[in-house]
C-alpha cells in the first residue's frame, strides 16, 4: 500500500526550527518526486518545496520560505526531510506531504496540488511565544 506519513510537527517559539520528515512506504521515495504543502485555517493548500530524485537534483522553494527552509532525501529511511528556521506565527498551518502522480522531476507547476496523487495525513505546526 502506497503511503506517506508526516512527523515532527509541534508547537515552537518565533525564530525556532523544527524538522518535519515525511516517511514512504509502498514505493521508493526516490523514484518520485515528492512536494510538501501547507494550509492554515480559511486558506488554500500552498506549495512549500518540492524535491527531485537524486539522479535529476531540481528542487523548488516558495519565495515566502526561501532561504529559511530546506528540503533533503534520506534514502536509507525512504524518507524526506523539511528543515524549517527562522519560524514565524505566519507559518502556522497543517504540513503535507505529497507525491508526484508520475515522474522524478518537479516540475514547474510543482506546486499545483492536483499534480500530487498521494498525500499524507499531515502534521500540525504552531508558532507561538
Known amino acids: 500500500q502506497v503511503q506517506l506519513v508526516e512527523s515532527g510537527g509541534g508547537l515552537v517559539q518565533p525564530g525556532g526550527s523544527l524538522r518535519l520528515s515525511c516517511a514512504a512506504s509502498g514505493f521508493i521515495s526516490n523514484d518520485y518526486a515528492i512536494a510538501w504543502f501547507r494550509q492554515a485555517p480559511g486558506n488554500e493548500r500552498e506549495g512549500i518545496s518540492c524535491i527531485s530524485s537524486d539522479t535529476v537534483g531540481i528542487n523548488w522553494y516558495a519565495g515566502s520560505v526561501r532561504g529559511r527552509f530546506r528540503v533533503s532525501r534520506d534514502n536509507y529511511a525512504n524518507s524526506v526531510h523539511l528543515q524549517m528556521n527562522s519560524l514565524n506565527p505566519e507559518n502556522t498551518a497543517t504540513y503535507y506531504c505529497?507525491?508526484?502522480?508520475?515522474?522524478?522531476?518537479?516540475?514547474?507547476?510543482?506546486?499545483?496540488?492536483?499534480?500530487?496523487?498521494?498525500w499524507g495525513q499531515g502534521t500540525q505546526v504552531t508558532v507561538s511565544s
Open positions: 505529497a507525491r508526484v502522480i508520475s515522474g522524478r522531476t518537479c516540475e514547474r507547476d510543482w506546486s499545483t496540488p492536483g499534480n500530487y496523487g498521494t
